[in-house]
């Protein structure tokens, strides 16, 4: 070594450090404020790789980062950095997708928790425990799904149906909203999503007959702008006025007042896409579960919606699932991606219903394209004709309970896909480079038949008996490949349990996703070959991200063993019974001081 | 000096202090009270700023504390002109802050109620322009237990019905005119201190009197240990108009009423 060049470096050194030393000077009047979520810094998260601003990692709801510094050749030495416990006794299911931002992690949890953490140190920043009434009603567990970043607040609703603003810096509450009436059935539990300054929910409470709506809030002070409900008759609001009713009237496709409550919750989140200016809210099961209560279509309910959120009005729809008897909800993720055809680029949408079928849509508006089955068995339809863009039904549903000898208990049937669906909640992946969707699906069916039921504020408005059977010994979960513009199966990968986490797709010809075994696993994207996995402690049903920062590539991903499966998996329940609950977030890299760039 | 002062600023109980008559103000001084913990106190309660141990600072309490949920306690500050605040805190509690007083159209003096762990000085330290705080306090012994026990709505599983509700009275002539008010206040609410088992801390930040103009005549920043449904006394200088109260907890539940 030599002295020149030692001195050399120390003075290096030392410029530096007088240079932080300024900066710290300048900012300090400030006590380090966020940096501020821009609406440009939200419309780039899908390009940008060093934060996570929000849920789907971009608006449009791919989850696809272009990162490959991770990629399908190193994936097999990605090794834990930390590892953060949520902590007491709340250990439910941690269905939650991490937000990054300004070196900070923002993850929401069971029972409407939120921490921020330092995300290099795994260090917890501050806390925040909503404080809940006794009589919530969350019908399938107390998951919160995430948050959103706005400005220098982060947004997240609770199982009580309110809306939170919290300092980023602090954890002190800015504003908070009540969105509905708990003990009327309602919930939140899905992530915010953030357009144009707007932060718009919807409601989680289809099982207990309430109204679906979306809303559009002022992101900076909780200021409603908009409300769109999703059943057919009610009034919409834009700045307070009347802004027409959702269908233009009552009773076109419901019979008398069951419209009232209608159901077609808006539980699952939406996606925006900045190309056609629309957001897709999906929307739930129309109420009650029993169909022969409420002949007709049931608009708005199992179907896309597309708001433009300048005016809060309905652009187009499609429904998936119409007079819904199975609870098909269609609420499950509507993701705008660029189908190539005949030479021209068609602005497209990909959606994977619980009903079993994948439905590529024009976004534009909202025609189908082609719908082909995701999963090995569906019996409620045979296909969907590409040109009403109706199912074709078999008839198998379950019987009138009017007509039954004993006027309670319609004939059963057994159907697949079951009610908890080809597919739930779970969001699915897309990827740009392979040009296929990656879908969390499985494979089961039910028993299903309907009771008589009649609406009571609070209670749950069913109307059916049901219990879950899987179809295969070996496996219900299955993730799978397809081909959009092809509806071609390209790979799956088959688990035991059930799949209930959300997919990542990355530039690294890599595919993430969790299993309630407790395992994070990568595939190839190409072709589906399992390359790393990794046991976490408790099933994974959240949804994992990815980023980079000071020149190293971040995975992370919740683990907590919860949702639906276990308190409606019938059958399925019992054999999932063994995994055990928790509680956590774990953040992966690869080993050594910094990957190359690629 | 020793005195013992006994005064009954609220209806419906005896309260006994002793405190120190006024002396100058000086670097170090023997707290008067004994206490283990005053050194601390000092630098995290008053910022380590100039003090004096202050007779005209009186702070009222039973003896013993029947309830440590509920212990009543009162002070108040007379002869020392105009004051910015008033930070209350007991010594030997795990969360040592209880609320801070900004007088602004009103006596400087407040009743209410706290909960403590253990026996504990409870101490009012009133600021005045100089930049001096003038302390006083007084000794509540207690069996114990008081910041750690869940609330008696929480076993009941009632504190959300009546989350936030308001009840008041008021009394003119509080000091033989019309112009000055009594003024007490209940505002449901648990008042969690985070320290009792599964259960976070969940409590009132901020509370303000105003007229409907927004004027405002007090304000309270409050802490864990002031008592669930807390009840507070002020004397304030309203002359019978109409009265605002507004406040947040801190999951953001807002406290609205109009105090007629």
Known sequence: ?598 | MLTVVSRALNSGFIAVAITLLATPASGTQVDPLGSPQWEFMHRTMLDGAPYEFDGRVVVMTPASAEDAMNVPVSFRVEGLGPIERVVVFADLNPIHKVLVFHPHDARVALGFRVKIEQATPIRAAALTADGVWHVGGAWVDAAGGGCTSPGYTRAAGTWYETLGQVRHHRWPGADGGDAVERLRLQVMHPMDTGLAEGIPAFYLERLEVTDVTGKPYASLELFEPVSENPYFTLDINAGGRPLRLSGRDLNGNRVEAELD
């Open chain 1, 1 to 598: 070594m030599n002295c020149t060049n030692q001195g050399g470096r120390l003075g290096h050194r030392l410029a530096v450090s007088i240079l932080a030393g300024s900066i710290l000077g300048a900012i300090s009047g400030s006590a380090l404020a966020a940096k501020p979520v821009t609406d440009a810094d939200i419309m780039n998260d899908a390009a940008t790789t060093s934060d996570v601003l929000t849920y789907g990692l971009g608006t449009e709801g791919r989850r696809h980062s272009p990162l490959a510094h991770i990629n399908a050749d190193n994936v097999g030495d990605l090794v834990p950095a930390w590892a953060f416990s949520f902590g007491g006794e709340k250990q439910r299911g941690q269905e939650s997708q991490p937000l990054i931002h300004d070196g900070k992690m923002f993850v929401t949890g069971s029972y409407s928790r939120l921490w921020a953490i330092d995300v290099r140190s795994g260090e917890e920043l501050w806390q925040y425990e909503h404080r809940l009434p006794d009589g919530i009603l969350p019908c399938c567990d107390v998951v919160n799904r995430g948050a959103a970043l706005y400005d220098n607040l982060v947004l997240f609703g609770t199982l009580d149906a309110q809306l939170v603003a919290l300092d980023q810096d602090t954890g002190k509450v800015v504003w908070k909203e009540k969105i509905d009436d708990f003990k009327g059935g309602y919930s939140f539990t899905s992530a915010p999503l953030i357009v144009k300054g707007l932060v718009i929910t919807g409601v989680s409470g289809g099982e207990f007959g309430i109204v679906g709506r979306v809303e559009a809030r002022d992101a900076k002070t909780g200021k409603v702008v908009w409300i769109r409900p999703t059943v057919e008759g009610h009034m919409g609001y834009l700045n307070g006025k009347e802004n027409g009713i959702t269908g233009g009237a009552p009773n076109k496709t419901w019979p008398g007042d069951l419209w009232k409550t209608g159901g077609a919750a808006t539980w699952a989140g939406g996606t925006y896409d900045p190309d056609t200016n629309l957001i897709f809210y999906g929307t739930g099961n129309p109420a009650p579960w029993n169909a022969h209560l409420r002949p007709g279509d049931n608009l708005y309910s199992t179907s896309t919606v597309a708001i433009n959120p300048d005016t809060g009005k309905i652009v187009w729809h499609y429904q998936f699932t119409p007079n819904d008897g199975w609870d098909y909800d269609g609420v499950n993720e509507t993701v705008a991606f660029d189908l190539e055809q005949g030479g021209s680029t068609v602005k497209a949408a990909g959606h994977a219903d619980r009903n079993g079928f994948f439905y590529v849509m024009n976004r534009e508006n909202g025609k189908l394209m082609n719908a082909f089955p995701f999963v090995d068995q569906i019996d409620w339809a045979k296909g969907v004709d590409l040109k009403t863009g109706r199912p074709i039904e078999t008839g198998m549903r379950p019987g009138n309970p009017a007509e039954a000898t004993d006027g309670k208990k319609g004939s059963q049937v057994f159907v697949a896909p079951s009610f908890l669906g080809g597919k739930n909640w779970m969001p699915m992946a897309y990827s740009p480079d392979t040009k296929l969707f990656y879908v969390p699906a499985n494979e089961w069916g039910m028993d299903i038949w309907n009771e008589p039921i009649a609406y009571k504020r609070g209670a749950a408005y069913l109307g059916a008996g049901f219990t879950i059977k899987p179809l295969n010994k070996d496996y219900i979960g299955v993730l799978r490949a397809y081909d959009p513009a092809t509806g071609k199966r390209v790979w799956e990968y088959k688990n035991k349990a059930p799949l209930w986490g959300g997919v990542l797709t990355t530039s690294g010809n890599l595919v993430f996703t969790g299993t309630p075994e407790g395992y994070l696993k990568a595939f190839d994207a190409k072709t589906g070959e399992e390359l790393w996995k990794f046991q976490t402690g408790s099933g994974v049903v959240g949804c994992p991200v990815t980023w980079d920062m000071d020149g190293e590539q971040y995975v992370a991903v919740t683990s907590g063993w919860g949702g639906a499966v276990p308190l409606w998996g019938g059958d399925v329940a019992k054999s999932v019974k063994y995994l055990n609950q928790g509680g956590s977030v774990w953040v992966f890299k690869l080993p050594g001081k910094r990957m190359a760039a690629n």
